[in-house]
Every structure is written in structure tokens, then in C-alpha cells.
């Protein structure tokens, strides 16, 4: 299983980019990056998911060095609208077991 | 279209009675994962259904706790003789996942379970 280690918490103020960094060191061949975020009383919703190089839609990019062993959540010019957990998760292909760590809470200020 | 729908979205109940969650997944989806996210914390997994295949339960905590998926489509967790260590929300999510492929999950907004 892939174990992802993320920041606890950031802070940021409207407008500005905010980045957010996981570490996966023992991401396997076949896996998947795939963020989500989370507001309180709601479950989790997909935002990006990649597997290398970077990928981009009309929410966030994420970007993934050659070797894989992070990954980074880049939000443009947050909101407070933006203020939420955010998870990292590894893994895919077929039948495995997700593992989602504690996630980063965004606390996004005027 | 519509999305995950777990119900109830809170349930109350008293320690030692058994207590059923439901979950209706996104039609189609083959894959079901039901999770567990105390206070603060991060989604633990619980199960795990893909298709007709035999179910993945190496996250159940304990034997009290099982799941069921009739038909491929709606699942039912069942806990007996809650405890309070049971408090939670309970989510689950559904995923298009043919075998060897990735596709993100769906969640449903949960049910919150409080054990008194």
C-alpha cells in the first residue's frame, strides 16, 4: 500500500495560489494520483487525478516530478469558498485498498 | 444524474442495538467501498465490493461489523451491539472500475452515528 504523508493544515488569503505537496515514496508502477476535497457534513469530491507530468481542468493542476514520489495540488486564486480538507490518495488498477491519510485542512482568510 | 445516496444521514441509538446503514451507489458502478471517518480524522477503510466478486473485508475492526451487497447495486452495513467507539460517519463511495483501470470515487455525504 501506498502511504501518502501530506501537511496537517495551511493557510493562505483570497486570491493567491495555494499549493499543497503529498509525498508517496513508495508509489508502485501502476499507480494513480488522484486528489479530493472535503467540506464539513459532506463526503469527499473528486477534484484531479494523474498519473505523471501535469494535468489541468477548470479547478486545479496537479503537478508530478519524473519519479513520481510527491505530487503537488496547485489551486489558483483560492477563495473562501476553497476553505476544506484536502486528500491525496494512491493507488489503482483492479482491486485495491485506498488509503486516504488526514488530509491538509485549507483555512482560506479574506 | 444522480449521485451517492446514503441514508439515514444521522442515526442515534443506544450502546449493545444493531444498527443498518444503507448505501445506493451510482447506477453502473461496479465498485462500492464503504469507510469510517471519526472527528478530525481521515477516512478509514472498512469493505470493499467490486462486481460479483468475493468482498474485500480485511478493514472491518471487528467481527460486529458486516456488509452486504444484494445485486450488485445497493449495499447495507450492519453493526451489532454497537459501542461508542462505533461514533462516526459512516461513508461509502462507488467507482466505474473495470479491472486494470483507475477511475475516481463517488462519495455519498454519510451517516453520522451516535452511540449513546
Redesign the interface.
Known amino acids: 500500500l501506498a502511504k501518502t504523508t501530506q501537511p496537517i493544515s495551511m493557510d493562505s488569503y483570497e486570491g493567491q495560489e495555494v499549493n499543497i505537496t503529498c509525498s508517496h515514496n513508495n508509489i508502485a508502477t501502476n499507480d494513480?494520483i488522484?486528489w479530493?476535497q472535503q467540506f464539513p457534513?459532506?463526503?469527499?469530491?473528486?477534484i484531479i487525478?494523474g498519473y505523471k507530468t501535469k494535468v489541468t481542468n477548470e479547478v486545479a493542476s496537479l503537478f508530478i516530478p519524473a519519479d513520481r514520489k510527491s505530487s503537488t495540488l496547485s489551486l489558483p486564486r483560492v477563495s473562501l469558498s476553497d476553505t476544506a480538507v484536502y486528500?491525496c490518495l494512491v493507488?489503482?488498477?483492479?482491486?485495491y485498498?485506498?488509503?486516504?491519510?488526514?488530509?491538509t485542512s485549507l483555512i482560506v482568510h479574506p | 444524474g444522480a449521485g451517492v445516496s446514503q441514508s439515514p444521514s444521522n442515526k442515534v441509538t443506544e450502546k449493545g442495538k444493531d444498527v443498518e446503514l444503507r448505501c445506493d451507489p451510482i447506477s453502473g458502478h461496479t465498485a462500492l467501498y464503504w469507510y469510517r471517518q471519526s472527528l478530525g480524522q481521515g477516512l478509514e477503510f472498512l469493505i470493499y465490493f467490486q462486481g460479483n466478486s468475493a468482498p474485500d473485508k480485511s478493514g472491518l475492526p471487528s467481527d460486529r461489523f458486516s456488509a452486504e451487497r444484494t445485486g450488485g447495486s445497493v449495499s447495507t452495513l450492519t453493526i451489532q451491539r454497537t459501542q461508542q467507539e462505533d461514533s462516526a460517519v459512516y461513508l461509502c463511495a462507488s467507482s466505474l472500475m473495470p479491472t486494470g483501470s483507475n477511475q475516481p470515487q463517488h462519495f455519498g455525504d454519510g451517516t453520522r452515528l451516535s452511540i449513546l
Not at chain 1, 91 to 95: N, T, V
Request: net charge positive.
Open positions: 494513480y488522484t479530493y457534513s459532506q463526503g469527499p469530491r473528486f487525478q486528500y493507488g489503482g488498477g483492479g482491486s485498498i485506498p488509503t486516504f491519510g488526514r488530509g
